[in-house]
């Protein structure tokens, strides 16, 4: 595989450079407006498409699409490529049509209404990942594959220079999680997790609280996430093997998984229900509320010291094998318990000495009330602010700051929900080490913090 050669980094380079001066990231003169002309923007003052930040799209499936839409509405942004092992099918939410191709069309009709001809041809399509990396007018990329296809385009991106869009939950092992913040650091890329909370004001507000004592010496976390396993694809009652269906790559869909016989239930929207490629509902929504927890604990460059209490229910199926009900503890140095089920109340509550605070998409609550009146002045813990998630990345792109959801964090909140994934499967409490990230004196958990991957797959060094 051909990697960037240096022109076209620096070819990259002088792109965001030149965002960066025009779209006023940087003055140029200190002390003045900057005022940049239509003329150098491009049309009635848009950015001109060779000077936006060029995207490619890896797997649009349902998210992917969704996201591929949110970034077409920033005119910063030019969609170039896009890419998917399926060429067009169903199984993605309520059994609805997803793909390259349905993406291309996306893409060309969005970009030709903005035409004088009303027509548009120039996003490319793409079966291989791989290939979207290797493009040399690729300045970033998004990552919306399964969980078990997270961790090798993001390495091999991160060495060819490309900055990073993934959706949680950020890798499907510790080890690959591990892997991917390395890569990122190492070639100094800017990376953002999907865990969109990061960018809600209500969760921001509610951290805040903790992070500054509002709610007295913090005693306690309840993270409330979804149980079982719905047919989200609308294909449950096609669980048994079938032919592949024309323009589907199943094996390069697979990867690095084990290989298995192709059946629809098994792609799409419902792969988050086998081990195989997901951890299920605690590991599918582990890059949200839990996230948080850490967000609000301060703890989101660390971790848990015991994981213990694990107690799974699985329910007996011929494909979708995980847990259908959930509840563990993870014990912080601190004395901080944080306690995930899918019992709890759906969202976040911190409890503390003097007070709680509950936060949930949409809703914020507060004893007493009087808290979700809080102001924050000089000394306070303040948290990064971003308004739109997707605004936020470009916005980093262009500046080279960090994201309000970086990479290192996805990693260390994604490692309780799988370090509580082992515990259950092995009916046993742990003892981790959040430094050296290793499970102490139990060979068999932390011998599961990794999988072997399928050849000829390897995890990039």
């Given at each position: 595989?051909?990697?960037?050669?240096?022109?076209?980094?620096?070819?990259?380079?002088?792109?965001?450079?030149?965002?960066?001066?025009?779209?006023?990231?940087?003055?140029?003169?200190?002390?003045?407006?900057?005022?940049?002309?239509?003329?150098?923007?491009?049309?009635?003052?848009?950015?001109?498409?060779s000077?936006?930040?060029?995207?490619?799209?890896?797997?649009?499936?349902?998210?992917?699409?969704?996201?591929?839409?949110?970034?077409?509405?920033?005119?910063?942004?030019?969609?170039?490529?896009?890419?998917d092992?399926?060429?067009?099918?169903?199984?993605?939410?309520?059994?609805?049509?997803?793909?390259?191709?349905?993406?291309?069309?996306?893409?060309?009709?969005?970009?030709?209404?903005?035409?004088?001809?009303?027509?548009?041809?120039?996003?490319?399509?793409?079966?291989?990942?791989?290939?979207?990396?290797?493009?040399?007018?690729?300045?970033?990329?998004?990552?919306?594959t399964?969980?078990?296809?997270?961790?090798?385009?993001?390495?091999?991106?991160?060495?060819?220079?490309?900055?990073?869009?993934?959706?949680?939950?950020?890798?499907?092992?510790?080890?690959?999680?591990?892997?991917?913040?390395?890569?990122?650091?190492?070639?100094?890329?800017?990376?953002?997790?999907?865990?969109?909370?990061?960018?809600?004001?209500?969760?921001?507000h509610?951290?805040?609280?903790?992070?500054?004592?509002?709610?007295?010496?913090?005693?306690?976390?309840?993270?409330?996430?979804?149980?079982?396993?719905?047919?989200?694809?609308?294909?449950?009652?096609?669980?048994?093997?079938?032919?592949?269906?024309?323009?589907?790559?199943?094996?390069?869909?697979?990867?690095?998984?084990?290989?298995?016989?192709?059946?629809?239930?098994?792609?799409?929207?419902?792969?988050?229900?086998?081990?195989?490629?997901?951890?299920?509902?605690?590991?599918?929504?582990g890059?949200?509320?839990?996230?948080?927890?850490?967000?609000?604990?301060?703890?989101?460059?660390?971790?848990?010291?015991?994981?213990?209490?694990?107690?799974?229910?699985?329910?007996?199926?011929?494909?979708?094998?995980t847990?259908?009900?959930?509840?563990?503890?993870?014990?912080?140095?601190?004395?901080?318990?944080?306690?995930?089920s899918?019992?709890?109340?759906m969202?976040?509550?911190?409890?503390?000495?003097?007070?709680?605070?509950?936060?949930?998409?949409?809703?914020?609550?507060?004893?007493?009330?009087?808290?979700?009146?809080?102001?924050?002045?000089?000394?306070?813990?303040?948290?990064?602010?971003?308004?739109?998630?997707?605004?936020?990345?470009?916005?980093?792109?262009?500046?080279?700051?960090?994201?309000?959801?970086?990479v290192?964090?996805?990693?260390?909140?994604?490692?309780?929900?799988?370090?509580?994934?082992?515990?259950?499967?092995?009916?046993?409490?742990?003892?981790?080490?959040?430094?050296?990230?290793?499970?102490?004196?139990?060979?068999?958990?932390?011998?599961?913090?990794?999988?072997?991957?399928?050849?000829?797959?390897v995890l990039?060094?």
């Amino acid at each position: 595989m051909s990697m960037l050669d240096q022109s076209t980094f620096n070819l990259g380079r002088s792109r965001r450079q030149f965002l960066r001066t025009t779209l006023g990231v940087s003055a140029a003169v200190v002390g003045f407006p900057q005022i940049v002309p239509s003329s150098v923007l491009g049309l009635n003052g848009a950015t001109a498409p060779s000077n936006r930040i060029a995207i490619g799209m890896i797997g649009t499936g349902n998210q992917g699409t969704n996201d591929l839409k949110s970034f077409l509405r920033d005119e910063r942004v030019q969609i170039v490529a896009v890419c998917d092992v399926n060429q067009r099918g169903a199984g993605y939410w309520n059994g609805g049509i997803a793909g390259r191709e349905p993406a291309r069309e996306i893409v060309e009709k969005y970009y030709g209404e903005k035409r004088p001809s009303g027509q548009y041809r120039g996003c490319g399509t793409h079966r291989d990942f791989r290939d979207v990396i290797d493009r040399k007018d690729v300045d970033a990329i998004e990552v919306a594959t399964p969980d078990h296809w997270h961790a090798i385009p993001t390495i091999l991106a991160a060495k060819a220079g490309k900055d990073i869009y993934c959706q949680k939950p950020l890798a499907l092992t510790v080890a690959e999680g591990r892997a991917m913040s390395d890569a990122v650091a190492r070639h100094n890329r800017v990376f953002q997790t999907g865990s969109q909370q990061r960018s809600d004001r209500r969760f921001r507000h509610g951290c805040e609280l903790v992070r500054n004592g509002r709610i007295g010496r913090l005693i306690e976390v309840e993270c409330g996430l979804p149980g079982g396993r719905p047919d989200l694809g609308k294909n449950g009652h096609r669980k048994l093997p079938e032919p592949v269906p024309a323009g589907f790559d199943f094996d390069l869909w697979l990867g690095p998984a084990p290989e298995v016989p192709y059946a629809p239930a098994r792609v799409g929207v419902n792969f988050r229900w086998i081990y195989d490629h997901s951890g299920g509902q605690l590991t599918d929504w582990g890059g949200h509320h839990p996230d948080i927890a850490q967000w609000g604990m301060g703890t989101s460059y660390s971790g848990p010291v015991r994981i213990r209490n694990a107690k799974g229910v699985w329910e007996e199926d011929e494909l979708w094998n995980t847990a259908t009900q959930y509840y563990f503890e993870a014990e912080y140095r601190s004395g901080v318990l944080l306690k995930i089920s899918d019992k709890f109340k759906m969202g976040v509550t911190f409890k503390g000495t003097d007070g709680w605070v509950y936060v949930n998409r949409g809703q914020i609550d507060a004893h007493p009330k009087s808290l979700l009146d809080e102001t924050f002045g000089e000394g306070d813990v303040r948290l990064p602010v971003s308004d739109n998630h997707f605004r936020n990345f470009i916005d980093c792109v262009i500046s080279r700051e960090e994201p309000v959801a970086p990479v290192e964090q996805a990693h260390r909140s994604i490692s309780i929900c799988h370090l509580g994934n082992i515990a259950m499967l092995l009916g046993r409490d742990l003892q981790w080490d959040p430094e050296r990230e290793q499970v102490i004196g139990d060979h068999s958990a932390h011998s599961m913090l990794n999988r072997p991957y399928r050849a000829p797959w390897v995890l990039p060094s």
